[in-house]
C-alpha cells in the first residue's frame, strides 16, 4: 500500500531567504559596483606569432595556414597565407584560433579566445 501523505504538497507554504538586492532601510547590505578585471591578451598575427609560441604549447602538426576569406581579421598583414592553430587549454579542451583571434591570458596555459568583434565588445584599450 502507498504512504499517502498527510498534507497536500500545492498548499506547503514556501519560504524564501530575504532578497539582499532590496535590502531593509537602514540596513547594513551596502550595493558595490563590480570593476571589470585587468587581462593579458594578444592578437594572432604574423608581428605576435613567436610570442604566441612561447607562451602556448603548440604542436607542429596543430598549425595550419590559412586564405583572408578564413581569417577572423587581416589586421593589416599582407597575405596570402594568414595563421591558424589549436592548442589544448588546462581544462583538456582544443581551441581553434585563426588569424586576427584575441587570446585572452588568466594565468599560464589557461587562456580564451575571442574574435575581435567580441574582444572590442568586451574589453576597452588600456589608458
Not at 500500500?1 to 538586492?21: E, F, K
Not at 551596502?30 to 607562451?55: K, M, N, Y
Not at 604542436?59 to 576569406?69: E, G
Given at each position: 500500500?502507498?504512504?499517502?501523505?498527510?498534507?497536500?504538497?500545492?498548499?506547503?507554504?514556501?519560504?524564501?531567504?530575504?532578497?539582499?538586492?532590496n535590502?531593509?532601510?537602514?540596513?547594513?547590505?551596502?550595493?558595490?559596483?563590480?570593476?571589470?578585471?585587468?587581462?593579458?591578451?594578444?592578437?594572432?598575427?604574423?608581428?605576435?606569432?613567436?610570442?604566441?609560441?612561447?607562451?602556448?604549447?603548440v604542436?607542429?602538426?596543430?598549425?595550419?595556414?590559412?586564405?583572408?576569406?578564413e581569417?577572423?581579421?587581416?589586421?593589416?598583414?599582407?597575405?596570402?597565407?594568414?595563421?591558424?592553430?589549436?592548442?589544448?587549454?588546462?581544462?583538456?579542451?582544443?581551441?581553434?584560433?585563426?588569424?586576427?583571434?584575441?587570446?585572452?591570458?588568466?594565468?599560464?596555459?589557461?587562456?580564451?579566445?575571442?574574435?575581435?568583434?567580441?574582444?572590442?565588445?568586451?574589453?576597452?584599450?588600456?589608458?
Open positions: 500500500m502507498d504512504r499517502v501523505p498527510p498534507y497536500n504538497l500545492a498548499t506547503v507554504p514556501v519560504v524564501y531567504p530575504r532578497d539582499i538586492r535590502p531593509i532601510p537602514g540596513g547594513t547590505v551596502l550595493r558595490f559596483t563590480l570593476r571589470p578585471p585587468q587581462v593579458d591578451a594578444i592578437q594572432l598575427r604574423v608581428a605576435t606569432w613567436a610570442e604566441i609560441r612561447s607562451v602556448i604549447t604542436s607542429d602538426a596543430d598549425i595550419r595556414t590559412i586564405t583572408a576569406a581569417a577572423t581579421d587581416t589586421c593589416g598583414d599582407l597575405g596570402p597565407d594568414y595563421i591558424a592553430f589549436s592548442a589544448l587549454t588546462v581544462h583538456r579542451e582544443r581551441v581553434a584560433f585563426a588569424h586576427g583571434d584575441w587570446i585572452v591570458f588568466h594565468s599560464p596555459n589557461a587562456f580564451r579566445r575571442f574574435t575581435p568583434a567580441d574582444f572590442a565588445a568586451t574589453y576597452a584599450p588600456p589608458a
